[in-house]
């Protein structure tokens, strides 16, 4: 039974992989050619039919992996997820999935009322913790931080998940140190192409830095948009810089290459730990930093299908 899991675990993410190397547009990777349409609920029923156990466990978290990879189907998934029971020690596999598939369908404050709900009904407090940690996070992207504060607190002070005490901790700093207006933290690189990369050198020019990875699908949704705004200033406006969480030189190199990168490229090669992802508390690809000419962040955008949004608030401020 597991080999047989593992086969089709395996050709599952192989035929998604392969339609992400041929899907270019928005279209493309929302649509209905996606296989994970398909996939998902398969995935999610296999859960239900062999719970409790790790292949179950496992086809559970593909199952919502794969749904937060699309839109339109958070209704599908709020009326899915009432069979999962508050005691089964699965809610820390899903936790992060949740408000994505909510956000993709512009329900934020549906995403946020279940997490809220799920938060203090689900029984084992690792579960309860990767809930409460998403509720934080949504809540510190409203603007309300104090609440989300509170969360991130009571997350370090139940300490049941190293992984979210840590990324609690990130989130803190964040709300201290990252907030519009304030000093973008400096940093000094070397490049992929053996460059030094100050950023305080780039001080009078509008700075864009930009945090993805060559495995992130739905990063290549804002390539266009880099390649234009690399073309539209001149190095004197604009300073783009991007940061990758890659471990594989020749792979990143590579892409590089082919996606007609010109722009100076920094990758530490510890993956998300990378000194300046925990600096600017980077936790999902891509994601922008924008900073004005004075050194000041002006705004963090997270999300491949937010190119406007970005070409239009370097335009604001160039």
Not at 127 to 154: Q, V
Not at 157 to 181: F, Q, T
């Amino acid at each position: 039974m597991q080999s047989e899991y593992k086969a089709w675990n395996k050709a599952a993410w192989e035929e998604v992989h392969g339609f992400y190397d041929s899907a270019t547009t928005a279209e493309d990777f929302y649509g209905p050619a996606n296989p994970q349409h398909r996939l998902a609920p398969e995935f999610f029923e296999f859960y239900r039919r062999n719970r409790p156990g790790r292949d179950a466990t496992h086809a559970l978290s593909n199952a919502l992996v794969m749904w937060s990879n699309l839109k339109g189907v958070s209704h599908q998934v709020q009326q899915e997820i009432r069979h999962i029971s508050i005691e089964e020690d699965v809610w820390e596999e899903i936790a992060s999935d949740l408000p994505r598939i909510f956000c993709a369908d512009d329900r934020e404050e549906e995403g946020l009322a279940l997490l809220r709900d799920l938060a203090e009904r689900v029984v084992p407090l690792k579960g309860r913790t990767a809930l409460l940690f998403e509720l934080s996070t949504g809540l510190m992207e409203k603007g309300e931080a104090t609440e989300a504060r509170e969360g991130f607190d009571r997350i370090i002070e139940w300490n049941a998940s190293e992984k979210h005490v840590i990324d609690a901790r990130g989130y803190i700093h964040e709300l201290d140190h990252l907030n519009p207006g304030q000093p973008a933290p400096l940093f000094t690189k070397d490049a992929v192409d053996g460059a030094s990369i100050d950023l305080a050198g780039f001080l009078g020019r509008v700075v864009l830095l930009h945090f993805w990875g060559t495995s992130c699908g739905f990063c290549k949704l804002i390539y266009p948009d880099l390649r234009s705004l690399f073309q539209e200033y001149s190095v004197n406006d604009l300073a783009l810089v991007g940061l990758s969480y890659d471990q594989d030189p020749e792979s990143l190199r590579s892409t590089i290459r082919e996606q007609r990168f010109t722009w100076p490229q920094i990758c530490e090669g510890n993956g998300w730990k990378d000194e300046v992802f925990r600096l600017y508390n980077v936790r999902f690809a891509p994601t922008a930093y924008v900073i004005d000419r004075s050194g000041s962040i002006a705004r963090k955008i997270t999300g491949g299908d937010r190119g406007d949004e970005l070409r239009e608030l370097v335009r604001s401020l160039a």
